[in-house]
């Protein structure tokens, strides 16, 4: 069984991630003040990113440094990892849990980071916000400007002593996180742990290499 991590429906959704971060339009429509923060996390990241993404003069190599510590700021990381393998995490190790949890960080990072010079200039609108029954909050923003027209992207956020943190992506109704909770519970299926993290140090290579 080939155990490949596909990333073609992430790839769009890190991609959007550069997008949506670095592009958000004015033009707000607030659904619920109680998760207004969590709008607030996107918009007040969207200036930063803008300036890393816009300036070429940067070598690539140090944008993608400048873009990775914006997104560990944002981003809750461990969350995203536990949604990710569900109830496969307990087949890991607390060492290997760890060592999940940075090889998938490098995974994302380098991933999108390899899509850095592929912004031109996309425009986003925040379409509004709401809040989840479990106190989660939903961002919902649309990309214009694609090659394939205008794209819904939707940011999951969680509050996190005290914090609103990003824990999932939704582009055009597909979870980053479901996407790549189907692969790697085929690769748990069919090597267990020690598989995963090694299918995902070589992608990391691989990616590394390419860069």
Sequence with gaps: MKTSIRSSRATRALYAILVVLGTLAA????????????????????????????????????????????????FDFPTIGRLVLA???????????????????????LDYGRRIDAYTNQTVQILGDRAEANGDATVKTVVNGTTSGSVAVD???????????????????????????????????????????????EKNEKSASAS
Excluded at 87 to 109: N, Y
Excluded at 173 to 195: C, D, M, N
């Design 87 to 109: 109830r496969g995490w307990s087949q890991l190790s607390a060492e290997q849990q760890e060592a999940f949890l940075t090889d998938f960080k490098r995974h994302l990072s």
């Design 155 to 201: 940011y999951r956020l969680r509050k996190l002593g005290g914090e609103w943190r990003v824990i999932d992506i939704i582009i055009e109704g597909v979870s980053l996180v479901s996407s790549y909770r189907s692969q790697f519970q085929e690769i748990l299926a069919s090597g267990g742990p020690t598989r995963l993290l090694q299918v995902l140090r």
């Design 27 to 74: 033009a707000v429509s607030h659904a619920d003040d109680a998760v207004a923060g969590a709008r607030e996390v996107v918009e007040s990241t969207s200036t930063q990113v803008l300036g890393i993404l816009q300036n070429k003069e940067v070598p690539v190599d140090r944008r993608l440094e400048e873009l990775q510590q914006v997104a560990y700021q944002r």
